[in-house]
């Protein structure tokens, strides 16, 4: 089992700048590709970005292609999300996922992955 935590939300203005974190606990000595999905008010949870076991590989949605940076410090078992130029409709909550797997690669779906961390509030005011 792995426990994920999200911290670092909150209020920004429009062009603003927040870095999330999600700290992993437990069985952190597995091989797990990391992601980081959104989910607003009544629309179902999007992908966002992720990040392969070795950080060599990564992928953004078109949303925040050039504006989101993952990234990840195994060492202290945290992934990150930069997140620059923020604009209203990023307004939501921020989830951390890890999915297990021997291969060095990224995953876009949600269904692929098998932990979840409790989220964070991000919210953009213009």
């Known amino acids: 089992q792995v426990q994920l935590v999200e911290s670092g939300g909150g209020l920004v203005q429009a062009g603003g700048s927040l870095r999330l974190s999600c700290a992993a606990s437990?069985?952190?000595?597995?091989?797990?590709?990391m992601g980081w999905f959104r989910q607003a008010p009544g629309k179902e949870r999007e992908f966002a970005a992720t990040i392969s076991w070795s950080g060599g590989n990564t992928y953004y949605a078109d949303s925040v292609k050039g504006r989101f940076t993952i990234s990840r410090d195994n060492a202290k078992n945290t992934a990150y999300l930069q997140m620059n130029s923020l604009k209203p409709e990023d307004t939501a909550v921020y989830y951390c996922a890890a999915s297990r797997g021997v291969l060095d690669v990224m995953k876009v779906s949600l269904y692929e992955y098998d932990y979840w961390g409790q989220g964070t509030q991000v919210t953009v005011s213009s």
């Open positions: 437990g069985r952190t000595s597995s091989r797990y590709a």
